[in-house]
């Protein structure tokens, strides 16, 4: 059974611009969850989609959004990058029983 | 707030040596716990989950257990191979999607 996927792997944007970062859950999973993780913060929880819809939401601003396909893939969008955005987002799928939450390889971005 | 703190930050042990990796959390809305392993530049790896106190799992060198109000991840006989950031986090909320992460302990195994 094939992992999460990620796209990109690493990414290089400038202050202003705006990312788009994609995933592809493990065949079968619906729920797809966003972290963003920095040495400062550690992991910190962005959203939660599940069958399309936002399910649960973190504490960041406005810029940092998502949406999730019929497929389940999912995609999170960052506007107006900022130089503090530069981290490792990593993207999960949760197992329809909950008990397990799997990690893609994450996408690193650096915001220049 | 919720919140999950993971003790010691790092630790650096001999091949062989033993030792227990804690975590403690808020208890109050906390419906479980998972334990991962994450090596540098990679995805976290699930090792765990866990619910009830007193629950214990084992993995090869790896046993976790859980109380009423803190996880333990013993790791029994280490090698190099077993260095890496071991990551607890806690389930809140009304799903498995939304976690709260520990810091993370840092495993320095050396032969």
């Known amino acids: 059974k094939a992992g999460v996927t990620q796209t990109p792997r690493y990414l290089i944007k400038t202050r202003g611009q705006q990312v788009t970062l994609s995933c592809s859950p493990i065949s079968g999973h619906r729920s797809v969850s966003w972290y963003q993780q920095t040495p400062g913060q550690g992991l910190q929880f962005l959203f939660e989609?599940?069958?399309?819809?936002?399910?649960n939401k973190g504490n960041f601003p406005g810029r940092f959004s998502g949406r999730q396909f019929s497929n389940s893939r999912s995609e999170m969008n960052v506007s107006t990058l900022e130089l503090g955005d530069s981290a490792l987002y990593l993207c999960?799928?949760?197992?329809?029983?909950?008990?397990?939450?799997?990690f893609g390889p994450g996408t690193r971005l650096l915001v220049l | 707030e919720d919140q999950v703190t993971q003790s010691p930050e790092a630790l650096r042990l001999q091949e062989g040596e033993s030792s227990s990796l804690n975590c403690s959390y808020t208890v109050s809305g906390l419906r479980g716990l998972f334990w991962y392993r994450q090596d540098p530049g990679k995805g976290p790896e699930f090792l765990f989950t866990l619910y009830s106190a007193g629950e214990e799992k084992e993995k090869e060198r790896l046993k976790a257990t859980l109380t009423k109000k803190e996880s333990f991840l013993h790791i029994t006989a280490p090698k190099p191979e077993d260095s890496a950031t071991y990551l607890c986090?806690?389930?809140?909320?009304?799903?498995?999607?939304?976690?709260?992460f520990g810091k993370g302990t840092k495993l320095s195994v050396k032969p």
């Open positions: 989609y599940f069958s399309e819809t936002q399910r």
């Open positions: 986090a806690g389930i809140y909320g009304g799903s498995q999607g939304n976690l709260i």
């Open positions: 999960a799928s949760t197992s329809g029983s909950g008990e397990t939450q799997y």
